[in-house]
């Protein structure tokens, strides 16, 4: 059993559609990832929120919007996708805000389709 | 820059034989170093973790890694692999700048024969 939640497991959109991905903790993390994740490849990082505030930003189109509403969610707001956006999207948390030592914990992710 | 190199991309093993899988990184400090599992249509599990002290880090699952500073090394093993092992296992390295990023290696998918 994961502690990190990702509600829903599976989403298919068209691309003119506005959907979001959710994500919560309740382990107390102050730090919040969004990953992309092709098939047979790594996670790739999209977003960090390191108390409630985004950090990092890897240069992700603006289709892809992020929000934090306090520290134990995380949303993924999505509009007007291509069918190349079609991957599993994982969501992690991390204790504390700062520095690369602490283990991030994933959610089970969402598997996104884009048609 | 900072790297992982999974050597491997497939290791096939029978079912109660020993595991190693291979990693290896490039950075000149002690790096932070995780090696995470992932099943198929889930999201990836946490096997171990090294920071600092004993080189012979034990996990869950019956796993343990070894870091070897000389060989900028971080290799899983297990002694007796069973079937419910099958995965893909990700090596990782936390960044040393002020972010917060993992750099994944690619990857190496086990297959494990009955």
């Known amino acids: 059993d994961t502690e990190v939640t990702q509600t829903p497991k599976h989403l298919v959109m068209g691309m003119t559609n506005k959907k979001s991905l959710k994500c919560e903790q309740h382990m107390g993390h102050r730090a919040m990832y969004w990953y992309k994740q092709k098939a047979k490849k790594p996670p790739e990082l999209m977003f960090v929120?390191?108390?409630?505030?985004?950090?990092i930003n890897e240069s992700v189109p603006s289709r892809f919007s992020p929000e934090c509403p306090n520290s134990s969610l995380l949303n993924l707001h999505l509009h007007a996708l291509q069918p190349e956006d079609s991957a599993l999207y994982l969501c992690a948390s991390s204790q504390t805000g700062t520095g690369s030592h602490q283990p991030q914990h994933f959610g089970d992710g969402t598997r996104l389709s884009i048609l | 820059a900072q790297s992982v190199t999974q050597p491997d991309i497939h290791i096939t093993v029978s079912e109660g034989a020993s595991l190693e899988l291979r990693c290896n990184y490039s950075y000149g400090a002690t790096p932070y170093l995780f090696w995470y599992v992932q099943s198929p249509g889930q999201g990836l599990q946490l096997l171990l973790k090294y920071f600092s002290g004993d080189t012979l880090v034990q996990g869950i699952k019956g796993f343990e890694a070894e870091f070897k500073r000389s060989q900028s090394s971080f290799n899983l093993r297990k002694p007796s692999v069973h079937w419910s092992d099958a995965a893909e296992y990700f090596c990782?390295?936390?960044?040393?700048?002020?972010?917060?990023?993992?750099?994944f290696g690619s990857g190496t998918r086990l297959l494990v024969r009955p």
């Open positions: 990782a390295v936390g960044a040393v700048d002020s972010s917060y990023k993992l750099i």
């Open positions: 929120y390191s108390y409630e505030k985004l950090s």
